[in-house]
């Protein structure tokens, strides 16, 4: 497997890591906490490709915890119940070590989802480390930033991303093979944007391009220079401005191409982005929004194939992974369309605002004491399965808004099945 730079030389030790002196340095917090070994939850805001994984990896490592990683993108309630479940089997068995839990872009995580986290870090079942690009101030719930510690990492200065290229030539197994000279910088770092992963990616480009694989030589000499890196790498970047409006316009002519359901324009866009150096998990991370909110359950598959997809490039990486969304995209553009589920939550969040915290029907509400089943909680519950076809017509809806209908159907082979088994069910209490 072709493991990228940035993998191969992520450092193993606080000694190791480039930068960020104020946590890792002699003095550092994170340091003082290494050797004290009591590692409160913390939070790492700062931007992308900085080395906020590979941070709370060293933590893991250094203070030999149990490592457990979950990205936010595509983890929910559930998983984060399972790695609790996990901690609290383990507990006892690691004292004071307990499991460190990192959730890379835990901004993105909803309340509720934030909220699952609260008990077991209250309690310390695991130590959290959560990494955000965002200001944790907006985006972390106040219970949970609450007992967690805020550590600002500060972008690359042009010295750190120098001696990042210099460590990478130096050490890693690769790049060893060749006699590479840095004779000039200032492209390679301007075009990385400060980002250390995609600073090493283009390192790597830059030099297995210019390589000549007929060569007798014992060790290629390679020469990085401006024009060289520019060659190689910004003619097909300058047209593609992922800060800038040309960004926005692909990616809206890539989704929208899409929804029109023409691959070979999905296609080309996608080709723009790829060649433009658009990370590869943002695309994927839009095809999975799309498969839901533009195909749905007109075709169930897409949602499957899109988080696929994004597993998968995330695990395997550039450039083999541009064949994994091509797929994707084909798959997605061919698709019939419906975005009923869409249009059906938004329905239902406008009709929550204009009708406030409706009063759950009592036969509905959950009565685990005696109490409130002598209250009426749980009374006249008509349990489905108990009923031919496991179905009964009852009421769960607050009778303020009994018979709304939320979802109609969209016009297309699956979902006029289920209108027409919704249909059967329900007769005319709600228009499907």
Same mark, same amino acid.
């Given at each position: ?7 191969? *030389? ?58 457990? +990683? ?20 383990? &507990? ?50 106040? !219970? ?23 460590? !990478? ?14 004779? &000039? ?94 990370? *590869? ?24 194939? !899109? ?8 695990? *395997? ?20 369309k419906s975005n009923a589920s869409?249009? !059906?939550?938004?329905?239902? +969040?406008q009709l929550v605002k204009q ?52 979802? +109609? ?5 699956? &979902?006029? +099945? ?15």
């Amino acid at each position: 497997m072709n493991i990228p730079l940035a993998e191969r *030389i992520r450092p193993k030790t606080l000694q190791e890591y480039l930068s960020q002196q104020h946590l890792v340095g002699e003095t550092g917090a994170l340091t003082k906490q290494l050797q004290s070994g009591m590692i409160p939850s913390m939070l790492f805001w700062g931007p992308p490709g900085i080395g906020k994984t590979t941070l709370a990896t060293i933590i893991a490592s250094q203070s030999q915890r149990p490592f457990y +990683q979950l990205s936010a993108v595509d983890s929910g309630v559930a998983a984060v119940r399972e790695i609790i479940e996990k901690a609290k089997k383990a &507990e006892g068995l690691f004292t004071t070590k307990n499991p460190i839990l990192f959730i890379d872009e835990i901004h993105r995580f909803s309340k509720s989802q934030q909220d699952s986290l609260l008990s077991a870090v209250e309690k310390g079942l695991v130590t959290l480390i959560g990494a955000t690009t965002e200001n944790p101030s907006f985006e972390v719930i106040p !219970a949970l930033l609450s007992r967690c510690q805020v550590y600002v990492l500060q972008s690359f200065s042009k010295k750190d991303l120098e001696d990042l290229l210099k460590r !990478a030539i130096a050490i890693d197994t690769v790049l060893m093979k060749y006699d590479i000279e840095l004779q &000039e910088t200032q492209a390679i770092l301007r075009l990385s944007g400060g980002d250390a992963r995609k600073l090493l990616n283009i390192l790597e480009l830059v030099v297995i391009s210019e390589i000549s694989h007929t060569s007798t030589d014992e060790k290629q000499k390679v020469v990085i220079t401006n024009k060289m890196v520019q060659h190689k790498v910004q003619k097909n970047t300058v047209l593609y401005d992922k800060t800038g409006d040309q960004h926005y316009d692909i990616v809206s002519a890539f989704i929208k191409s899409i929804r029109g359901s023409d691959p070979n324009a999905a296609i080309y866009w996608l080709a723009r982005m790829i060649e433009g150096g658009e990370d *590869i998990t943002f695309i994927a991370r839009r095809l999975v929004i799309l498969a839901s909110e533009d195909i749905g359950n007109a075709n169930p598959n897409a949602l499957l194939l !899109a988080n696929a997809t994004f597993q998968s490039v995330t695990s *395997i990486g550039f450039p083999e992974s541009s064949i994994i969304l091509s797929q994707c995209v084909i798959y997605l553009a061919s698709s019939v369309k419906s975005n009923a589920s869409y249009l !059906a939550i938004k329905k239902g +969040q406008q009709l929550v605002k204009q009708t406030g915290d409706l009063s759950v029907p009592f036969s509905i509400r959950n009565a685990p004491t005696k109490l409130m089943k002598e209250l009426g909680y749980g009374e006249n519950y008509a349990y489905a399965h108990d009923y031919e076809n496991a179905f009964v017509s009852h009421e769960f809806l607050p009778k303020e808004i009994v018979g709304t209908t939320l979802y +109609q159907a969209g016009n297309n082979a699956k &979902e006029n +099945q289920l209108k027409a088994y919704l249909k059967g069910l329900w007769k005319d209490k709600y228009d499907f």
